[in-house]
């Protein structure tokens, strides 16, 4: 879902259990998702470039999170 995609903090993976913790997320439940390797990988490199401070995809201004249509442009692409 692109809403608990763009709410996602780094506290929220966790990736010494390859988990990833969607908060408040459909019926407001929390939901804890395993990560692969790979993926786990993957988040660590781009955390080293980004350095995201309160959202995991921060958008142009560091703090604010990532748009809902910023996203949606760059999945159809």
Not at 20 to 25: N, P, V
Not at 50 to 76: C, D, I, T
Request: net charge positive.
């Amino acid at each position: 879902r692109r809403s608990e995609l763009i709410n996602l903090k780094p506290l929220d993976v966790d990736s010494k259990r390859n988990l990833l913790i969607i908060r408040q997320s459909k019926g407001n439940k929390d939901r804890v998702v395993p990560l692969s390797e790979k993926i786990i990988e993957m988040l660590r490199e781009y955390y080293k470039t980004y350095r995201p401070k309160e959202w995991l995809f921060e958008g142009q201004h560091p703090g604010n999170k990532y748009s809902a249509g910023s996203l949606e442009k760059v999945l159809k692409q």
